[in-house]
């Protein structure tokens, strides 16, 4: 069997692979907010923290490892015909470790938890997360000490965002200095999971790295001219940056006499949760997109050609066949969907119902959704507008809130100039069939809900056979990835009597959010 780990903001899901079909044989799930009670996370990230600032302690993923493997082990999969794992994480988080985090690494005994042996590696007990958008002032400083945003831009695919790893080492640098300096090494959360996992500190994949504002996109290594900006030691921290398909090493004996793994189990280079959504999803041309309904919503694409965003709201990644990815980054996802479910007491049942209940275009009401500070557009102060939208009325807040997503997603994507025949859905809202209708109405394109909800765990399964199997054989991605492309039997069709309302509704969004930004 394949495994795919999937270490996402709010929980750590496997996906076991059957080796010929690759069909998924076992899924499971726990979310650390019920799982991990004592740290005390909610959503996975740490309550009480200053403004702007999100974190999660890294010992939680790591105890959560430990949780998996004995629940899987317990439901009787046998862990020994493991051939390959890899993995993905939530992107652009990072870990510090200190000089003994290699040695303990090293020499993990099944005796003790992960948790309590790792502790004294890290050089820092929490971890920022994607979430965080406190790095104003450090993305400002970079990019005047790199030259500029065009010139951050045009080597890392982005410009420098507040989430992204290289703003948030500097600002570890410089509240923490102490700290920093006993800082010998920083990983992604996917390469810290690889690294447990592995018994060694792990590489950092193109795919991830590409969302640290630290890679040449380009070359495929870490730019001279990012890393200064930053420190000028901060390339004797940063492990090396490799190719997704790379096998870094064999499981750890840790996990061979505690769960049962077979020694020669290869350990795949982990990635970040986007470029593994894109393998789950056998996304391969031009004109099929793809969107992540998790936490956060993503949209995202293939591309030919290295082209960055003008506009600098969107960013360009490595995926997992070595081209590029397009990629923009709503922080209002499910985050938003909740707030209005919530509000209203609401099942996700009665939530579709009520998005149902009132027809396209048979209102005015419009919202502008920033539950919580937003990074596209970028809104640091959270704040709801309800335009001819009364607050007491649940139906029309579900619609409305939907629609300013989408509609977001489609004017925020343009950039990308390719107007697409097939979205592919993955994500927590993606079995809401009354969600994936307005997404269809919107781009007037079909929808195919993914055959598994957590396409980034089905894509590190596939990308840990692509790594296992490219060490012995001609295996294309294509052909790989054809296996597991979401079944048109599902499909949603968008409704063409809605596609002028909508075409029109995408000018007032356009206004209503210049007006809202600009004051
Ligand atoms: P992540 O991987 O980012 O942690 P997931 O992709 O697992 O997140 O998505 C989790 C979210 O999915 C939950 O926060 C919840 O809001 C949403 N969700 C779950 N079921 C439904 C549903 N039926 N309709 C809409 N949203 C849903
Ligand atoms: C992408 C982003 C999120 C995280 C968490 O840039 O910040 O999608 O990867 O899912």
Redesign the pocket.
């Known amino acids: 069997m394949y495994l795919g780990l999937?270490a996402?903001?709010?929980?750590l899901?496997a996906c076991l692979l059957d080796p010929d079909s690759y069909r998924i044989v076992h899924e499971c799930?726990l979310?650390y907010d019920e799982a991990l009670p004592h740290y005390g996370t909610r959503?996975?990230v740490c309550p009480d923290l200053a403004d702007q600032e999100a974190m999660a302690p890294p010992l939680m993923w790591v105890e959560a490892l430990d949780l998996l493997f004995a629940e899987m082990k317990q439901s009787g999969i046998a862990l020994e015909n493991i051939r390959a794992i890899a993995g993905s994480g939530?992107q652009h988080g990072s870990v510090y470790f200190n000089a003994n985090m290699s040695s303990i690494l090293n020499s993990l005994t099944p005796n003790q938890s992960l948790a309590e042996q790792l502790q004294p590696g890290l050089s820092r007990p929490l971890s920022p997360v994607w979430m965080d958008s406190s790095t104003s002032a450090q993305c400002e400083t970079l990019t005047e000490a790199a030259g500029g945003w065009k010139q951050v831009l045009d080597i890392t695919g982005s410009k420098a965002f507040e989430r992204f790893t290289a703003a948030q080492i500097l600002k570890f640098m410089q509240t923490d200095p102490e700290a920093y300096s006993h800082t010998t090494s920083i990983g992604l959360v996917s390469s810290f999971h690889a690294s447990v996992l592995a018994g060694n500190i792990a590489p950092i994949d193109w795919g991830d790295g590409s969302g640290m504002n630290l890679l040449d996109m380009r070359a495929c290594a870490w730019s001279d001219t990012m890393c200064r900006a930053v420190s000028p030691d901060l390339t004797s921290k940063l492990p090396p940056c490799v190719p997704p398909w790379k096998v870094i090493s064999t499981v750890s004996p840790y996990f061979v006499s505690k769960y049962g793994l077979d020694p020669g189990c290869h350990i795949a280079a982990w990635s970040g949760?986007n470029p593994n959504s894109v393998a789950g999803l056998g996304l391969s041309s031009e004109t099929t997109a793809a969107v992540?309904?998790?936490?956060?919503d993503t949209y995202f694409g293939m591309m030919s050609a290295y082209t960055t965003d003008p506009t600098a709201g969107g960013h360009v990644f490595y995926a997992p066949n070595g081209d590029y990815m397009s990629l923009i980054c709503f922080k209002n996802?499910?985050?938003a969907?909740?707030a209005v479910?919530k509000q209203y007491n609401l099942t996700?049942?009665q939530?579709?119902s009520c998005l149902e209940q009132l027809e396209p275009g048979a209102h005015e009401f419009i919202m502008l959704p920033y539950f919580t500070s937003e990074i596209v557009p970028k809104v640091l102060k959270p704040g709801v507008v309800r335009h001819h939208l009364s607050e007491d009325d649940p139906a029309a807040n579900c619609r409305a809130v939907i629609e300013a997503q989408m509609m977001s997603m489609k004017n925020h994507s343009s950039w990308m100039n390719v107007s697409p025949e097939l979205i592919y859905a993955?994500?927590?809202?993606?079995?809401?069939n009354?969600?994936l209708q307005v997404l269809a109405d919107v781009f007037q394109a079909r929808v195919c809900p993914g055959e598994t909800?957590?396409a980034?765990a089905l894509g590190a399964a596939l990308r840990a056979a692509h790594a296992h199997l490219s060490q012995s054989e001609q295996l294309t991605w294509e052909d790989l990835s054809k296996a597991t492309a979401p079944s048109a039997s599902t499909m949603i069709k968008p409704r063409q009597q809605y596609a002028e309302f909508y075409k029109q509704l995408a000018h007032i969004y356009q206004q209503a959010e210049e007006i809202y930004i600009n004051g």
């Open positions: 999937d996402s903001s709010q929980s899901s799930s979310r959503n996975g939530q949760d992540s309904l998790g936490t956060s996802g499910s985050l969907r909740e479910r996700w049942d939530f579709s993955t994500g927590g809202a993606s079995r809401n009354a969600i909800g957590n980034a």
